[in-house]
């Protein structure tokens, strides 16, 4: 029920990133792909000879094939600013915090369950969203206190909007023809990429691929629209440890029905 709104609103955060990592060419761009990667024929031209498209979708072929990565960010949703902060330990497991509404919440994906535990803002701001009366979301926020709750991954909607588990179904290809255009090189937390934007609507996104090295995704942002928002890769294949939370901590969330 709550943590259902809440990775509903949390899957916003990321939505723009599988987009615009794939979106460009078409099929157009899968032959240059997939090949073997070399960012720059010198150092002066990276990717050179590469559209904007081809450029991207070397992006995401690298993205899709990570071990571990961390993902870090901000966006404004329905009017509300939050936050995430999440380290991917492999397909199915991942652990992050999320900041909504003023309140904090933590989350583990693992072993085919999803954990959620917040402080008292985050549960009331999650059940308001879910449309719950006041009294029901005291309720939840009292049983919940302290506690994690527990429930099969994949169980919702939402799940199946939520790709930060799985970096395959988090950059999956995209046959939108959206034109990328290239702009100028920038850094990224000391990492020299090459900026990538294209327009949707009154919103423009701006994707920073890594010219050194692999040509890993760093920055995705969106400026204009409704919901701006900043998200940031980083950890590509560093280790993450990662585990359930203790028994007596937990909440299985059949409970909250009874």
Same mark, same amino acid.
């Given at each position: 029920?709550?943590?259902?709104?809440?990775?509903?609103?949390?899957?916003?955060?990321?939505?723009?990133?599988? %987009?615009?990592?794939?979106?460009?060419?078409?099929?157009?761009? +899968?032959?240059?792909?997939?090949?073997?990667?070399?960012?720059?024929?010198?150092?002066?031209?990276?990717?050179?000879?590469?559209?904007?498209?081809?450029?991207?979708?070397?992006?995401?072929?690298?993205?899709?094939?990570?071990?571990?990565?961390?993902?870090?960010?901000?966006?404004?949703?329905?009017?509300?600013?939050?936050?995430? +902060?999440?380290?991917?330990?492999? !397909?199915?497991?991942?652990?992050?915090?999320?900041?909504?509404?003023?309140?904090?919440?933590?989350?583990?994906?693992?072993?085919?369950?999803?954990?959620?535990?917040?402080?008292? !803002?985050?549960?009331?701001?999650?059940?308001?969203?879910?449309?719950?009366?006041?009294?029901?979301?005291?309720?939840?926020?009292? @049983?919940?206190?302290?506690?994690?709750?527990?429930?099969?991954?994949?169980?919702? +909607?939402?799940?199946?909007?939520?790709?930060?588990?799985?970096?395959?179904?988090?950059? %999956?290809?995209?046959?939108?023809?959206?034109?990328?255009?290239?702009?100028?090189? %920038?850094?990224?937390?000391?990492?020299?990429?090459?900026?990538?934007?294209?327009?949707?609507?009154?919103?423009?996104?701006? @994707?920073?691929?890594?010219? +050194?090295?692999?040509?890993?995704?760093?920055?995705?942002?969106?400026?204009?629209? !409704?919901?701006?928002?900043?998200?940031?890769?980083?950890?590509?294949?560093?280790?993450?440890? @990662?585990?359930?939370?203790?028994?007596?901590?937990?909440?299985?969330?059949?409970?909250?029905?009874?």
């Amino acid at each position: 029920m709550a943590d259902r709104t809440f990775l509903g609103v949390a899957a916003l955060c990321v939505t723009a990133v599988v %987009t615009l990592t794939a979106c460009g060419e078409g099929e157009k761009a +899968d032959t240059k792909a997939a090949g073997a990667f070399s960012a720059s024929a010198s150092p002066a031209t990276p990717f050179e000879g590469l559209s904007p498209a081809e450029i991207a979708e070397k992006s995401r072929l690298v993205m899709a094939k990570l071990r571990s990565l961390r993902v870090t960010g901000s966006a404004t949703v329905e009017g509300k600013e939050m936050t995430v +902060d999440v380290a991917v330990a492999g !397909k199915g497991n991942c652990l992050g915090t999320f900041g909504m509404g003023g309140g904090t919440g933590q989350v583990r994906w693992y072993g085919g369950y999803t954990y959620t535990k917040g402080d008292k !803002k985050f549960w009331q701001e999650s059940a308001a969203g879910a449309g719950v009366s006041s009294q029901q979301a005291d309720a939840v926020v009292g @049983l919940l206190a302290g506690r994690w709750l527990r429930k099969p991954a994949g169980s919702t +909607d939402a799940d199946d909007e939520f790709p930060f588990c799985d970096t395959t179904a988090m950059f %999956t290809k995209d046959q939108s023809d959206s034109a990328l255009k290239r702009g100028a090189d %920038t850094d990224v937390n000391g990492t020299r990429g090459v900026t990538l934007t294209g327009k949707d609507g009154a919103a423009t996104r701006t @994707l920073v691929v890594a010219t +050194d090295g692999q040509p890993y995704d760093l920055r995705m942002s969106v400026e204009g629209g !409704k919901e701006p928002q900043t998200v940031e890769f980083s950890g590509f294949n560093k280790p993450v440890t @990662l585990a359930p939370p203790p028994t007596k901590n937990v909440i299985d969330m059949n409970k909250l029905h009874r």
